[in-house]
């Protein structure tokens, strides 16, 4: 399974930014996919997840109310739309799958994310002041 994570950029705080995270190989074209991100200095963490389904979406505490998770009409990409930016989401953002159909985003959410099975190259989020 191959990931292209792409839609990252400079936004100035209160801006927007929506960010694609598009899946191709594999068998089903459709996964468990979590956005995470890494700021400078910092270990990585988990933003945003959807289950297999997309019944089901976690957001950290910290981005819940502003930013969205959701799938492409294709199933094969996922997105994350981030509203009301703040400086303090500048990171590195990467999606990743979990191939686990069953898992419910809550559960994606306290999956540590070495236990993830595909990665993205990332993408840079800057937010200024």
């Known amino acids: 399974v191959q990931l292209q994570a792409s839609g990252g950029g400079l936004v100035q705080a209160g801006g927007s930014l929506k960010l694609s995270c598009a899946a191709s190989?594999?068998?089903?074209?459709?996964?468990?996919t979590g956005w995470f991100r890494q700021a400078s200095g910092k270990e990585r963490e988990i933003v945003a997840t959807?289950?297999?389904?997309?019944?089901?979406?976690y957001y950290t505490d910290s981005v819940r109310g502003r930013f969205t998770i959701s799938r492409g009409n294709a199933q094969t990409t996922v997105y994350l739309q981030m509203n009301s930016l703040k400086p303090e989401d500048t990171a590195v953002y990467y999606c990743?799958?979990?191939?686990?159909?069953?898992?419910?985003?809550?559960?994606?959410?306290?999956?540590?994310?070495?236990?993830?099975?595909?990665w993205g190259q990332g993408t840079q989020v800057t937010v200024s002041s």
């Open positions: 990743a799958v979990l191939d686990s159909p069953g898992a419910t985003a809550q559960d994606m959410g306290n999956t540590p994310s070495d236990e993830y099975d595909y």
């Open positions: 190989g594999g068998t089903s074209g459709r996964y468990a």
């Open positions: 959807i289950s297999w389904s997309g019944a089901s979406t």
